[in-house]
């Protein structure tokens, strides 16, 4: 055998040895992925080994894309591939580049899992949006060890150079081998067909896909059977977001029958409501409170076996709760965007925050007339660019960002939530004193990577895991201590702005609107009424609750309820007229028990979906494939019936369809 791989021109063998070298490392990093941050709810060994089956045969097709350039120098320069200098120098460069620009990939492949629960994919370019890398690069130096970890790529680097400096060499000693026309062809044949076999990857009539890996409904199985570089690559757009006036108004009729449009016309895509005011009501403030990272299943009042959020659940039995709470996509800046805007942020890459044809958008917050209208961030509002969608929007709105506050910054995040309230109430007490009245969005952050807790008053104290029941914790979906200890000191501040509104004589005129941008990741959990892990509906299930003493009497709605829908009905509560152009409702209507749907976007199995639920149904989409599926959630929530309810198919698909072309449109065509 050795004699056999010594007759084998040494060009041809470093190429051999080059490639295990290159699949190797990738194999490196997937043994890294599945033992470090692989979860599923899959228990069939089968399944994993098929994805590790599929995993690596991917691994292999990325060497050797990355291979053919230095096969085709070998094979061109030959037995001269070992005695020139230049070429060696490119050799040197190339390899050195390539075990860069892959260690940096999968180490932010990593960390984009850790940080979202996906691999990597386009839309981690928003993080590179101008005038927000500061922002970002200072959160990942504070919640990461960036030291650490740029010494350890340093000193791997070292050692890759090490290795390919004593490969050269030993190649380059060996005997040359002086191959005749015919032999070299037959080399050049094999290695052809070898390297043609590697990356078409398959013993089938289609090469090996991506979409292979997704075999199963989990997420999990899904990521170990990808790779995340060939799967970004295969991803990557460059096509802008824009919108298909045909298919709107196609679908038009079904969603102003569904909103109840003012007068119906489908040439002018008419989609505007009228809502008489009711000056009987009294101008109550309004305090909207985004509640970062908090989704529904974390909670108190979902079951949660932790039982993190004591303050938010006396909230919530005191006022009310509304049990199926969806925002439409998992993003802080699509929230803030979706419920000022009342339109579902379904841009692909980037958010439309960041877009500027977005930004000039018809919304409720800016026909509070009378109200002073407040926006209130620890941070800074150059942050996905999200001031413009206050100040192009809402006449008059003031912002407070950091800067402009008495309190120091905690992290990247600006100051921390707890200072944040104690300021933002005293903002308030001035409004209220005078008899003003006023609506603001306070938009908290530390429920969030670094996950700075402050001690507050002094009297909040981090638990350790010598202080928890370890199996209710496992059972509850937490990934961390830490991530435990945020939620924790979330709610310890929602406590906060409640004891702040009473100190400082607002609590009792004033409506407290408290609402999750998006759940946080999670391990696997099961104490929902949904399946909603494997359904993947959990990420964008948020809490929301209403809390109002002596307005608000206790109550839990468990209709459907949209992020879109927060403006229209806080807008009716306070009596204030108002001319509704985009998709929310009111989160109150009775005509709309058993008929609200909400729309919403997720990713299951690496792969964008986008939908309607409502009571009983969820009809879904595949953006990529336009595959679709209707579940019955009172019946076997996994169980796709669409083949045996085709009119309750055909007519959701019509509404789903509806929304999400509509929603194209608005986003272009709902200017001022």
């Known amino acids: 055998m050795q004699y056999s791989w010594k007759n084998i021109p040494r060009y041809i063998r470093y190429v051999f040895v080059q490639t295990l070298y290159l699949f190797l490392l990738m194999v490196m990093f997937r043994a890294i992925f599945y033992l470090f941050f692989f979860k599923t709810t899959i228990t069939e060994h089968a399944a994993i080994l098929k994805a590790w089956n599929l995993g690596l045969r991917f691994d292999l097709r990325l060497a050797l894309y990355?291979?053919?350039?230095?096969?085709?120098?070998?094979?061109?320069?030959?037995?001269?591939?070992?005695?020139?200098?230049?070429?060696?120098?490119?050799?040197?460069?190339?390899?050195?580049?390539?075990?860069?620009?892959?260690?940096?990939?999968?180490?932010?492949?990593?960390?984009?899992?850790?940080?979202?629960?996906?691999?990597?994919?386009?839309?981690?370019?928003?993080?590179?949006?101008?005038?927000?890398?500061?922002?970002?690069?200072?959160?990942?130096?504070?919640?990461?060890?960036?030291?650490?970890?740029?010494?350890?790529?340093?000193?791997?680097?070292?050692?890759?150079?090490?290795?390919?400096?004593?490969?050269?060499?030993?190649?380059?000693?060996?005997?040359?081998?002086?191959?005749?026309?015919?032999?070299?062809?037959?080399?050049?044949?094999?290695?052809?067909?070898?390297?043609?076999?590697?990356?078409?990857?398959?013993?089938?009539?289609?090469?090996?896909?991506?979409?292979?890996?997704?075999?199963?409904?989990?997420?999990?199985?899904?990521?170990?059977?990808?790779?995340?570089?060939?799967?970004?690559?295969?991803n990557f757009s460059v096509k802008g977001d824009t919108y298909n006036l045909e298919a709107t108004k196609k679908y038009y009729p079904y969603v102003a029958s569904y909103l109840k449009v003012d007068s119906t016309d489908t040439n002018n895509l008419n989609y505007v409501r009228t809502v008489a005011g009711d000056s009987s009501k009294p101008r109550l403030n309004v305090v909207l409170v985004m509640l970062e990272s908090t989704g529904a299943a974390v909670t108190s009042m979902y079951g949660n076996p932790m039982q993190a959020t004591p303050n938010m659940k006396r909230l919530a039995d005191s006022g009310i709760l509304f049990k199926n709470f969806y925002v439409p996509a998992i993003s802080t800046a699509k929230t803030v965007f979706g419920v000022h805007t009342g339109l579902p942020d379904i841009t692909a890459v980037k958010t439309a925050s960041r877009h500027p044809k977005m930004l000039d958008q018809r919304?409720?917050?800016?026909?509070?007339?009378?109200?002073?209208?407040?926006?209130?961030?620890?941070?800074?509002?150059?942050?996905?660019?999200?001031?413009?969608?206050?100040?192009?929007?809402?006449?008059?709105?003031?912002?407070?960002?950091?800067?402009?506050?008495?309190?120091?910054?905690?992290?990247?995040?600006?100051?921390?939530?707890?200072?944040?309230?104690?300021?933002?109430?005293?903002?308030?007490?001035?409004?209220?004193?005078?008899?003003?009245?006023?609506?603001?969005?306070?938009?908290?952050?530390?429920?969030?990577?670094?996950?700075?807790?402050?001690?507050?008053?002094?009297?909040?104290?981090?638990?350790?895991?010598?202080?928890?029941?370890?199996?209710?914790?496992?059972?509850?979906?937490?990934?961390?201590?830490?991530q435990f200890n945020a939620l924790r000191y979330e709610d310890y501040n929602v406590g906060h702005l409640i004891d702040m509104a009473r100190k400082d004589g607002y609590l009792d005129n004033t409506i407290f609107v408290f609402f999750?941008?998006?759940?946080?990741?999670?391990?696997?959990?099961?104490?929902?009424?949904?399946?909603?892990?494997?359904?993947?509906?959990?990420?964008?299930?948020?809490t929301a609750f209403m809390y109002s003493p002596g307005h608000l009497a206790p109550q839990t709605v468990t209709t459907p309820g949209s992020l879109l829908d927060v403006y229209p009905t806080v807008a009716k509560m306070v009596g204030m007229p108002y001319r509704n152009y985009t998709l929310g409702t009111d989160l109150f209507d009775s005509t709309r028990v058993n008929n609200k749907y909400v729309f919403m976007t997720y990713l299951r199995n690496q792969m964008p979906f986008y939908a309607m639920l409502g009571d009983r149904y969820l009809y879904e989409i595949n953006m990529a494939t336009n595959a679709t599926a209707l579940y019955d959630l009172k019946g076997d929530p996994l169980k796709n019936i669409s083949a045996r309810q085709t009119d309750t198919a055909k007519s959701l698909d019509n509404l789903t369809r509806g929304f999400y072309e509509s929603t194209r449109y608005l986003m272009f065509n709902n200017k001022k």
């Open 66 to 234: 990355l291979m053919i350039p230095i096969l085709l120098l070998t094979l061109i320069t030959r037995n001269k591939f070992f005695t020139s200098r230049t070429i060696r120098n490119i050799n040197f460069t190339y390899f050195f580049l390539i075990y860069l620009l892959l260690t940096l990939l999968y180490i932010l492949d990593l960390g984009h899992y850790d940080y979202l629960g996906q691999r990597l994919d386009p839309s981690v370019l928003r993080f590179l949006a101008k005038g927000e890398r500061a922002d970002n690069a200072r959160m990942v130096w504070q919640s990461y060890p960036v030291v650490r970890g740029a010494l350890g790529i340093f000193v791997f680097m070292f050692l890759v150079y090490r290795l390919q400096k004593t490969t050269w060499r030993k190649f380059a000693a060996q005997p040359v081998i002086h191959l005749r026309k015919w032999p070299f062809t037959g080399y050049v044949i094999g290695m052809v067909l070898l390297f043609a076999a590697g990356i078409y990857g398959n013993i089938a009539y289609f090469p090996l896909r991506w979409s292979q890996a997704m075999f199963t409904r989990d997420n999990g199985v899904t990521s170990l059977g990808l790779n995340p570089i060939l799967y970004f690559a295969s």
């Open 363 to 482: 919304i409720v917050m800016d026909q509070f007339k009378g109200y002073d209208k407040l926006y209130l961030l620890g941070g800074n509002t150059n942050w996905a660019n999200i001031r413009a969608v206050f100040t192009n929007n809402v006449e008059g709105i003031r912002i407070y960002e950091e800067g402009m506050y008495k309190s120091g910054k905690a992290d990247v995040w600006g100051i921390s939530d707890y200072d944040l309230i104690t300021e933002a109430s005293g903002i308030f007490k001035e409004d209220n004193d005078k008899k003003q009245p006023f609506v603001a969005f306070l938009q908290l952050a530390d429920n969030h990577p670094p996950y700075t807790t402050t001690s507050g008053a002094g009297d909040f104290k981090k638990v350790t895991e010598k202080d928890l029941d370890m199996k209710k914790f496992k059972q509850s979906g937490f990934v961390s201590v830490d």
């Open 516 to 542: 999750g941008d998006h759940n946080c990741v999670l391990n696997p959990y099961s104490f929902m009424p949904l399946p909603e892990y494997e359904l993947s509906t959990g990420g964008v299930h948020v």
